[in-house]
């Protein structure tokens, strides 16, 4: 036998739970009507788009130097924001901390309260990247269920009940929750807190959808005042219609944002993204505009959904979780046939679909009287 003729290629080990691991992320396919990652389907209009744009020209000019590392009058802004969508006190720019989407807010808060021998709690039902920020930081990522199908409802007893058999450093709520829509009310949130008080635990309300949530849902955000243990993330990503901005943020104890400085990368928001981001803010009346039509969008689709004789979750997102009456993979695949993209999350036998356009939204309706016959 002869030598071979090239050495073999060598490549490098990746460490375990990395190795043979696949990038998160759902398809990105050029369809019609795309109701798969809860996006906002409202751009910008021509004014705004210039408007972003010209700040984002204003910071090019200066791109020679580092951004602002403290992030100072974005996180004032944000504040400011909060304070008139929550009704809260604006939370002084000290206890707001930004980062490139909440996906990058989450992965810093478990660098900082994880890590190798800590583990953090959720529920499921629950977004699909919280397990990838524990893999990530070494973090043990362990799991609760919801309540049953249709609600999957959270209790304070049953959080507490979690808290106690698990014994977590850090607890993730979600509210509303993805994928199943569920908004928390305030007695689970403050069950929780309490519940990790004594024990130097941290909770972390992600409340990426908040601004969907249906009248009289108080946001987490209104526990900050009593309860220090608690951080709340949000995002611009959904009701504000920037997710290709990619702007995340918190709001806790200054201490807690203290600790998230340390382990955030120098210079990790670009000046242009700040620049973005700012001008969007100062612009949120239209860029949030679209809410309100979203929510009525929603409630109507899930009544259409119930009227046909699925199972549906109760939503205060921009989405809705419904059985199928087919086998779920097949009734996805013949809704994208009908160029119509949604998502097969949650338990088996059940699809997410975001609420889009009105014409979106007729598109589904159409799609699936074909593609799921009842
Ligand atoms: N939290 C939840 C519950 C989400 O569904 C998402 C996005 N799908 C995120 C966080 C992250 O969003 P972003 O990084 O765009 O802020």
Redesign the pocket.
């Known amino acids: 036998t002869s030598a071979p003729t090239t050495a073999p290629v060598a490549l490098p080990v990746p460490r375990d739970g990395i190795v043979g691991a696949a990038p998160y992320g759902a398809p990105q396919l050029q369809v019609e009507h795309a109701l798969n990652?809860?996006e906002n389907p409202y751009g910008p209009s021509a004014e705004l788009a210039a408007a972003i744009g010209s700040a984002a020209a204003e910071a090019a000019a200066g791109l020679n130097r580092y951004p602002d590392r403290e992030v100072l009058a974005l996180r004032a802004d944000l504040g400011d924001y909060l304070a008139a969508e929550s009704g809260v006190p604006a939370p002084a720019p000290e206890a707001v901390w930004a980062a490139n989407?909440?996906?990058?807010v989450?992965h810093q808060l478990l660098l900082a309260y994880g890590g190798p021998g800590r583990t953090a709690l959720g529920f499921a039902p629950h977004?699909s990247?919280y397990p990838e920020y524990a893999r990530d930081t070494y973090t043990g990522w362990e799991i609760a269920a919801r309540g049953p199908a249709p609600e999957f409802t959270l209790t304070a007893q049953a959080v507490t009940e979690a808290i106690a058999a698990h014994r977590p450093n850090i607890v993730v709520l979600?509210s509303p929750?993805?994928p199943t829509g569920t908004a928390l009310t305030l007695d689970v949130v403050e069950a929780a807190a309490s519940a990790l008080a004594g024990t130097g635990g941290l909770l972390v309300v992600?409340e990426?959808?908040g601004e969907f949530r249906r009248d009289g849902v108080p946001s987490a955000l209104t526990l900050l005042e009593t309860h220090p243990n608690l951080v709340v993330?949000r995002?611009?990503?959904?009701a504000f219609a920037l997710?290709g901005a990619?702007l995340?943020y918190l709001v806790a104890h200054p201490a807690i944002v203290d600790t998230v400085r340390v382990v955030r990368l120098p210079y990790h928001l670009s000046a242009v993204t700040q620049a973005v981001a700012r001008t969007a803010l100062a612009h949120r009346e239209e860029l949030l505009g679209k809410v309100a039509l979203l929510r009525t969008e929603r409630d109507a689709l899930a009544e259409h959904l119930a009227g046909r004789g699925h199972a549906v979750a109760p939503s205060d997102a921009n989405f809705i979780l419904f059985r199928t009456f087919a086998d779920r993979d097949a009734v996805f695949e013949d809704l994208l046939e009908r160029s119509v993209l949604v998502r097969a999350v949650g338990p088996d036998g059940w699809l997410r679909v975001s609420v889009g356009t009105p014409e979106n939204n007729a598109a589904f309706r159409s799609a699936l009287e074909e593609a799921d016959p009842r």
């Open positions: 990652v809860n989407g909440s996906n990058e989450m977004y990247m979600t929750n993805n992600d990426a959808y993330t995002t611009m990503s959904k997710a990619r995340g």
